[in-house]
């Protein structure tokens, strides 16, 4: 069972810039109601592009320096990247369908 993967400031250019294919990366925080609200479906979506779609998360109160560098300013942020560039990005609560199109867009 693959869950998104906690990544930090210091494992991030690691985890996601140097991963050959998609990742999405969700920028959320502890405090944030919507980010706790689209977490259940970034797990589904963990398990169901496992092997195809990596997911990872990065806790923006505990690693400011990458939601910084990428003008985070509203959580919850998705970021899309594909062979280490960034392909898309939503601002706010994301249903499943849109989500989907947009992971299917950046494979």
């Known amino acids: 069972m693959s869950k ?3 990544v930090t400031d ?3 250019e690691e985890e996601v810039l ?3 294919g998609t990742v999405v990366v969700d920028f959320w925080a502890v405090w ?5 609200a689209i977490a259940p479906l970034m797990e589904e979506i963990a398990e169901e592009y496992d ?3 990596k997911v990872v998360k990065v806790d ?7 939601p910084t560098q990428y003008g ?23 249903g499943k369908a849109q ?6 867009a950046a494979l």
Request: aromatic share 6%; charged share 20%.
């Open 99 to 104: 989500l989907v199109a947009k992971i299917e």
């Open 18 to 20: 140097n991963h050959p």
């Open 60 to 66: 923006t109160d505990s690693n400011p320096q990458i």
């Open 51 to 53: 092997g195809r779609v």
């Open 72 to 94: 985070i300013r509203g959580i919850p942020t998705l970021i899309f990247f594909k062979d280490g560039k960034k392909v898309d990005m939503h601002v706010g609560v994301i």
């Open 32 to 36: 944030c109601g919507p980010c706790r």
């Open 10 to 12: 210091a494992t991030f």
């Open 4 to 6: 998104p993967i906690a």
